[in-house]
């Protein structure tokens, strides 16, 4: 994620979205499917998204020069499962690369 404007060929960038796509979209029939089996966790779904994009625009400084942040994606998968973190996580990068220019 963290890598200079413009470093990672648009092949490449275009490649490994598609890799990701099938958990993506795994991940959102999963989140469907929670929502609609369990209305009330909608609150939790989006505390945890928020909990994952305030985490991951902390940024603390490592021995290297350079900075590293916690992501909080592991307490959204131990409560949701891992491809609905997915969904969350893909919206957290989004948000961060759209609103806060994180990632390159």
Do not use: D
Not at 18 to 28: L, Q, T
Not at 61 to 70: A, L, R
């Amino acid at each position: 994620m963290h890598i200079a404007e413009g470093y990672l060929p648009p092949v490449h960038a275009a490649a490994w979205a598609a890799a990701s796509a099938p958990f993506v979209i795994h991940g959102v029939r999963a989140l469907t499917r929670e929502v609609r089996a369990n209305p009330e966790s909608t609150l939790l779904l989006g505390a945890s998204g928020a909990f994952t994009f305030v985490l991951s625009a902390l940024k603390i400084p490592s021995v290297t020069g350079s900075c590293s942040h916690p992501t909080g994606t592991g307490l959204g998968a131990i409560l949701f499962r891992p491809p609905i973190m997915a969904v969350l996580g893909t919206i957290t990068l989004l948000f961060q690369a759209l609103l806060l220019a994180h990632g390159g």
